[in-house]
Each structure stands twice: as C-alpha cells, then as structure tokens.
C-alpha cells in the first residue's frame, strides 16, 4: 500500500500565482486532513474533511479552499499565493476520527516569492 | 494557557542517556493522547500512543496523569537514531473529536 501520497514535494510560486496540493490515500480512510507547519511552529489545521463530499475549515483556512469528491483525493488550493503561505503542507488521513492516530504524507514544501 | 504545552527543548544527551520529556494539555475532555516522532524534513510518525496506565515500548515509556493534565515520554539508553524532535499530541474531543491538536515540539539530539 502507499498510504497517503502528497505531489507535488517541492514548489516555488510567485506571488499571486496559484497551484494545487494534491493528495490521495489508498487506505479507504474517511477522515482526511491537511495541515501548514511553518518554523519552530506546530502543526496548524488548514480544512478536514470526514468522508467524500464534505469539508469543513480548521484553524488557519484562509488562503486555501479544498474539495472531496471521492473518498481517496483531497486536493488543496491556493488561490492568489502570498509568501505568507510559504511552508510545509502536511496531508493525513485516519479510518475512525482522531482517537487512532493518523497517518501522513510526505509533505509538500512550498516557497512563495 | 496553551492547547497543547511542550517542553521547548532542545534537548542534547550523550548515547546512554535518560531523557524524559513533559506536556500539558488544556481541555480535561481530551480524550486521547500520542508521541510522535519527525525526523528532519520528514513527516510526523506515530511513536506510541498513551495510555491512562502508562504503557511502554522497548525502551521508550509514556505515561499520562488525566488530573494534572499531563503527558510525558521517557527514552531510556539513548541511541544516536533517537535525534529527532518529539511531537506531544492530543485529540481534545467533544466538538473537535475528529482532529488532533500538535504541540510544537521538543528536538532532541543524542551525541556520540
């Protein structure tokens, strides 16, 4: 299995370009997850979604919209990058809410200039 | 006080070492609790979860004290592979039952 997959894992966008995280998970996990991870910071919830066809903003959503449309993909886009938005993007996923743990991707780590 | 407390570290031992790092958490309706592990440039992996009566992989012991809001791990006879920067991780339940909630994270190196 290859678990939770992140594309791209490097990206440099100028600024008020806009690109798109991809994220697939092949582990038929309803909860999946996108998190930031700037320097010296924890990990920051960007959206959630708790099975295909809903989403729901965490703590820092701004900046970012995401869809599900199956239960493998989550994509998250950026609209209108700012180098604020320069970071580490974490996706994960889990099979029953947060009480098991869940299980990350690679990361995709993005520069905003 | 803050969601999910860590010590803010780092930490630097000799091979051999005890080292034993401490959390606390805000929301006495947490309802379960991990210690990840991140590598440099690499994503979070769960270490152990922790349980109410303590529990204890290899030589890496968790113990949790739901009344003082506290969470810790003990790495006993550190090895080199040990460096890495340890996560306190909570899921505070209730309402937000579905994600979990990171502390920033203690670095730890162990030193030849």
């Known amino acids: 299995n290859a678990g939770v997959t992140q594309t791209p894992k490097f990206r440099i966008l100028k600024i008020g370009q806009s690109m798109t995280l991809q994220c697939t998970q092949d582990?038929?996990?309803?909860?999946m997850y996108w998190y930031r991870q700037d320097p010296g910071m924890g990990l920051k919830l960007i959206y959630y979604?708790?099975?295909?066809?809903?989403?729901d903003k965490g703590e820092v959503p701004n900046g970012y919209n995401v869809s599900r449309s199956t239960t493998e993909d989550f994509p998250l886009r950026l609209e209108l990058a700012a180098p604020s938005q320069t970071s580490v993007y974490f996706c994960a996923s889990s099979h029953q809410g947060a009480n098991y743990g869940y299980t990350f991707g690679s990361g995709t780590r993005l520069t905003v200039v | 006080r803050k969601e999910v407390e860590q010590d803010p570290g780092p930490f630097n031992v000799p091979e051999g070492a005890t080292v034993a790092f401490n959390c606390t958490y805000s929301n006495s309706a947490s309802q379960s609790f991990f210690w990840y592990r991140q590598d440099c440039r690499k994503e979070p992996k769960l270490l152990m979860s922790v349980y109410s009566s303590g529990n204890e992989d290899g030589r890496f012991t968790a113990q949790l004290n739901r009344a003082s809001q506290y969470i810790s791990l003990l790495i006993r006879d550190s090895k080199l592979s040990d460096s890495a920067t340890y996560l306190c991780v909570v899921n505070m339940g209730g309402g937000s039952n579905y994600k979990l909630t990171f502390g920033k994270g203690t670095l730890l190196t162990v030193n030849p």
């Open positions: 582990m038929n996990h309803n909860y």
């Open positions: 979604s708790v099975g295909a066809g809903i989403t």
